[in-house]
Each structure stands twice: as structure tokens, then as C-alpha cells.
């Protein structure tokens, strides 16, 4: 069983920061890329940052420059610091990774969504 769990939403004024974490948890023998996505009422869910397992790095236009993504591979862990926030990235953002798990098989796993709200 592998989970991944998502901590660190809330809410914050217009310029303010946050930095979400995802963990991953269970029978992981490696975990390949990952990424954060985010879905707003009523839209589709859009991709926000992904890294590589190598640490390789890419952002949506929206957020380069103001957010960040990175890795701890030693704890599994997944982070996005979100910087200068505007009311236009609230979403509940969610964790995504392909993990190969201990019995050599390798899947996609979605976490459990955080929600972000920025208040103008």
C-alpha cells in the first residue's frame, strides 16, 4: 500500500506565502518523477511544477518565478514554496508521482488534495 499525503494549504492574503509538503508512505522501492497539479471550481486540473527524479525542474508560465518545487528523496517528501500568491492560485492542489513499489511494479498515485485560498 503507498499513499501520499499532501499538508500545508490555508489561507493567506494576496502576496503572502506557503509551502506545501507530500509525503510518501508504504512499500516504495523508488519513486520516479513528481509533480504538483491544482484544479479551481469549475476548471480542469492543470499541471502547477514537476521534478524529476534526477532533480530536473519545470513550471507552468503562471508560477515561474514565484514558485518553487523540490524533493527530499531521503524522506520521500515533496515540497512547493509559493511565493507573492495571487487570488487567482487558489485551488486545491494536489501531489502526483509514479513510485515503483516493492514488488517491481510501477504506478501513478494522486494524493488527497490541500486547498489553498488567497483572499485579495
Known amino acids: 500500500q503507498v499513499q501520499l499525503v499532501e499538508s500545508g494549504g490555508g489561507l493567506v492574503q494576496a502576496g503572502g506565502s506557503l509551502r506545501l509538503s507530500c509525503a510518501a508512505s508504504g512499500s516504495i522501492f523508488m519513486i520516479n518523477a513528481m509533480g504538483w497539479y491544482r484544479q479551481a471550481p469549475g476548471k480542469q486540473r492543470e499541471l502547477v511544477a514537476s521534478?524529476?527524479?534526477?532533480?530536473?525542474?519545470n513550471c507552468a508560465d503562471s508560477v515561474k518565478g514565484r514558485f518553487t518545487i523540490s524533493r527530499d528523496n531521503a524522506k520521500n517528501t515533496l515540497y512547493l514554496q509559493m511565493n507573492s500568491l495571487k487570488p487567482e492560485d487558489t485551488a486545491a492542489y494536489y501531489c502526483?508521482?509514479?513510485?515503483?513499489?516493492?514488488?517491481?511494479?510501477?504506478?501513478?498515485?494522486w494524493g488527497q488534495g490541500t486547498q489553498v485560498t488567497v483572499s485579495s
Open positions: 502526483n508521482a509514479e513510485i515503483i513499489t516493492a514488488w517491481g511494479r510501477t504506478q501513478n498515485y
Open positions: 521534478i524529476t527524479g534526477g532533480g530536473s525542474t
